[in-house]
């Protein structure tokens, strides 16, 4: 299926509810729709024609259009292509449904969880909204991926905010492996469930050594440089 067999196909299925298509670069479908639909498009896309969810990337696009963007990205490998969900948000009412749980798609777990943490989009019904990727003192109205945030942000801690653990199932002995990581290249913190010999769950602190590169990107270097510094950092 080429992109504008899906393009057809998908016209079809959701007729008026597509705001507007478009394709920006060969093997791409951009799809502009509204909040409203995103659980009924994504779950479309991932659960009836079997995409490959890749990522959920937020932007502050407040100095364009005055809102938000969230974009979810599919890739169909068998047609060699990309569609780009795009939802366009306001400003003075932000929010989005998190597709993680309303769309039953787990893989936007920790996509959806960064948006919210480092450009403060809400995430409604969200399964586990906890933060991911700020430190538990961080202070809860700073986003650090917000154009009008200053890179050379030294905020005080917030006080009174403790870390918020998963609770274990009934019964379950807790096993905390951390906040260190065994061999030293990313501390995190791992808490094991455990039921005898039989591991029933977990859960998962990280991100101690995030070095915030991505504002450093957008805040600093031209659209050359960035390429150059993603490919020599260290991916853990």
Request: with cysteine.
């Amino acid at each position: 299926m080429t992109v504008q067999e899906m393009a057809n196909h998908l016209g079809k299925e959701f007729g008026a509810r597509i705001r507007h298509s478009e394709i920006p670069v060969p093997d791409m479908l951009l799809l502009h729709i509204d909040r409203s639909d995103s659980v009924a498009f994504n779950r479309y896309l991932f659960h009836d024609l079997s995409g490959r969810f890749v990522v959920a990337v937020g932007t502050d696009y407040r100095s364009e259009t005055g809102g938000y963007l969230v974009d979810y990205v599919y890739s169909f490998a068998e047609h060699h292509l990309f569609i780009t969900l795009r939802l366009s948000l306001p400003a003075k009412d932000l929010w989005i449904e998190a597709i993680t749980g309303s769309a039953d798609i787990p893989a936007a777990n920790w996509a959806e969880r960064e948006i919210q943490d480092m450009l403060g989009i809400p995430l409604r019904n969200h399964p586990d909204p906890r933060r991911l990727m700020l430190a538990d003192d961080w202070p809860a109205d700073l986003h650090p991926l917000r154009r009008d945030m200053p890179l050379q942000t030294y905020p005080d801690k917030a006080a009174g905010m403790t870390p918020v653990f998963k609770e274990p199932p009934e019964g379950a002995t807790v096993v905390p492996i951390g906040p260190f990581f065994p061999v030293l290249e990313e501390p995190a913190q791992f808490r094991l469930f455990i039921e005898g010999e039989r591991v029933v769950g977990g859960d998962y602190r990280g991100f101690y050594n995030h070095r915030g590169v991505e504002k450093i990107a957008d805040s600093q270097l031209n659209y050359n440089q960035v390429p150059f510094l993603a490919e020599r950092i260290c991916g853990i």
